[in-house]
Structure formats: structure tokens, C-alpha cells
């Protein structure tokens, strides 16, 4: 793949990540070409692109971080654009805001990569990781939306919930409840906002576009009823699609032997191209 990176207006640094015109194809590119093709779907020629992708981060994570899932989806034909978060990798904001105040961004990405490298930004599809599921749930219902389809992946119902689940599982319940508010105060004293305004299950009602949402069977960080809760407040109206990813935890979600970047691939190459 090709590789471009610009600035926004605002300072959020990004990459741009197209498929090579000549063609060629790395070992990844030739897996996931593989896999999609024994599910009986026609692919675009390896080197073309078909649409575009906003690929957004998790906590602690950066744009380069998915550079080898860009690299995936890049080989069936999409062009990805990966930002940095605030307070990640080279964003020169200081605090991460779990979506509450970072909705706009993945779109904007979108939109201003498109004018400075001269491509048109639809179609186009959303997919986020943990902290970058929230963000992207929240840029999906946004009502100038652009996103033809969303996949998140191991992201939270609520953050206070997972705060609470996190202190109470390594400090037991009473201690752990503590913990939790102490958490909370310190977290509104740096981001002036609380816990509880980190609320994606508040949100996902109002999707409309396709969405499928995968979790770690053994993810300890957010746990799975998180993930499940998220699919079962879908709206009935939309299509979706809950996958299971088999002994999977937070951190190894997307590097476990499931073949997890062919179903993202294949849901994307399903509702994001053009007929």
C-alpha cells in the first residue's frame, strides 16, 4: 500500500493508506484476499479502491498501531484513514474524552483528506477499537453522518460501568466501589466531565446504518456482556451481526487464529462500495 500522512485544521495528525495501483500484494493482502474469495465474494482488482475506511484507535493506542489492519483492508480494495485521538500518539490534545467530545473527528478526517489528496470521500465506513468504538459510535449517529456501514470492536456499554468492573474485580467489591468513585472524581477534575457522560449504550438506538459488533470471548478489560449489551440495543430496523471472537482478550482481539479481519472485510465490502 501507499502511504500519506497530512495535519487538519486542528492539529489531528493522519495517515492515508491506499491500495498500491501496481498491484502487488504482501502475505496479509494475499491471506485476506483468500479467505473472502472461499466465502464466494468478487473482489475489486487488488490495486483499485472501491471506497473508504476511517479506521479509529483505542486507548493508549496511535494511527501507526493499524497500519497492518489498514494493510488488510487496503488489499480488498479500500482506502483507510487513520487519525491520532487526543492525548495519543502525536495529537497535540491533552485529554482523551471517550467520544463525548472527540464525535467529529473521523468524519473530519474524512472530509479533509479527501480535499487535500483529491479523492471523493464516499462511500465510506467507520470501524473502531475499545476507545475507538465509542468514538465511532457516536460519529455513526451523529445526524450528518457519513458512514455507510460500522464495525466496533471489544468497546464498552458505559465507561463507568467498566471502571466499576475493573476496580471492584482487582480490589473486591466494597473496596473496588470506592476506588471507583475516587476514579471518577479525578477523571471530571482533569476532563471536566463525568464517567457517566462515556455512555455509548445511551447512543446505539439511534445507528442506522449496518453495524456489526465483535468481543473477546475472555476479554478482561470490558468484559463481553458489554459487547452484548451494545448489539441487543440496536435498533431491529438496521442489519447486524454479533461475532464472537473464540478465547480472545482485550489486548490480542485482532491477532487471535479467528479469522476476524475476513468478516470485518466482508461486512464492509458488503454495505460500504457502490452498486
Known sequence: MIL??????????????????????????????????????????????????????????????YLLIAERFCAVGFRCILPD?????????????YGVRESHLPAQVLREA?????????????????????????????????????????????????????????????????????????????AHMELSDANSLALVSRLKCPVLIAHGTSDRVIPIECGRRLYDALPSGIEKRWVEIPDADHDNVLITDFPIYAEMAEWMLRHVPND
Not at 35 to 43: A, E, I, R
Open 114 to 190: 479527501a480535499a487535500k489528496f483529491g479523492f471523493n470521500p464516499q462511500p465510506a465506513g467507520i470501524m473502531g477499537i475499545s476507545m475507538g468504538g465509542a468514538v465511532s459510535i457516536r460519529s455513526a449517529v451523529d445526524k450528518d453522518s457519513p458512514w455507510r456501514a460500522a464495525v466496533f470492536v471489544s468497546t464498552f456499554d458505559s465507561l463507568d460501568h467498566v471502571v466499576r468492573y475493573q476496580t471492584s474485580r482487582w480490589l473486591g467489591e466494597r473496596l473496588g466501589s470506592v476506588w471507583s468513585r475516587i476514579t471518577g472524581w479525578f477523571y471530571q477534575t482533569q
Open 4 to 65: 500519506k500522512s497530512f495535519t487538519c485544521a486542528d492539529g489531528t495528525p493522519c495517515l492515508v493508506c491506499e491500495p498500491d495501483p501496481r498491484g502487488g500484494l504482501g502475505k496479509r493482502g494475499q491471506v485476506i484476499r483468500e479467505q473472502l474469495s472461499q466465502k464466494g465474494l468478487t473482489l475489486p482488482a487488488p490495486g483499485s479502491v472501491a471506497g473508504n475506511l476511517v479506521l479509529v484507535h483505542g486507548r493508549r493506542g496511535r494511527k501507526e498501531d
Open 85 to 97: 485521538l487526543p492525548a495519543h500518539g502525536d495529537h497535540p490534545g491533552t485529554t482523551a474524552c
